[in-house]
């Protein structure tokens, strides 16, 4: 499977889908990063990694869906079968949602639909819950809002802090998101409407 990876920022989770191919736990080829921060640590990863990179500055462009055109020409003419949103803080347009629908899936730090949106893990916090987690969902028009694939339960402890919820949501994303890139590779996701499969 051909994937590619959309970041903004540390890249972790990106760093972990090149290291489970590296370890020849993940079959798939990284095809390419798109990043919209070209100071990221992500770029410098990908880097190393020997992943070519897709970056561009939002501004540069008239609108989202003008870049967004730039990108899918670009995913095409690699013939990306996988779209992966690991930290990709943009706002995604029907440009890309309809031309990788079912093919496009994005980690997000909360138990969906609990806490959508930017900074989950302070929501979490915030409310008062006792559990949280993680999920990775396919990507539909609504914000964080497509058929779930797979969730992680995180437990907040008292005394908790954002940082050190955000140390032990992160390591459960690195183990989380190549096992479902995984599994899609080897076709075992099935999705019926809202509903998801792993067979
Ligand atoms: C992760 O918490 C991911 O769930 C969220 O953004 C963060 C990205 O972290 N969507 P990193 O850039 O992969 O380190």
Known sequence: LRIAVFASGNGSN???????????????SIELLVCDKPAARVVE????????TFLFKP?????????????LAELVRRDVQ??????????????LVEAYEGRMINIHPSL?????GVN????????????TGVSVHFVDGGLDSGPIIAQRAVEIADG???????ERIHAVEQALLPHVVQLIAHGRVAVEGRHVRVG
């Open 59 to 71: 501004k540069d462009y008239p609108s989202r869906e003008a870049y967004e055109t730039e990108i």
């Open 45 to 52: 990863r990908a880097a190393e990694a020997g992943v070519d």
């Open 82 to 95: 996988l779209v992966v949103l690991a930290g990709y803080m943009r706002i995604i347009t029907p440009v």
């Open 14 to 28: 990106f760093q972990a889908l090149v290291d489970a191919v590296r370890h020849e736990k993940l079959d798939v």
């Open 120 to 131: 989950a893990i302070r929501q979490a916090l915030d409310h008062g819950v006792k559990v």
């Open 160 to 166: 908790d802090t954002e940082s050190s919820l955000a």
């Open 112 to 116: 969906l639909p609990a806490f959508p």
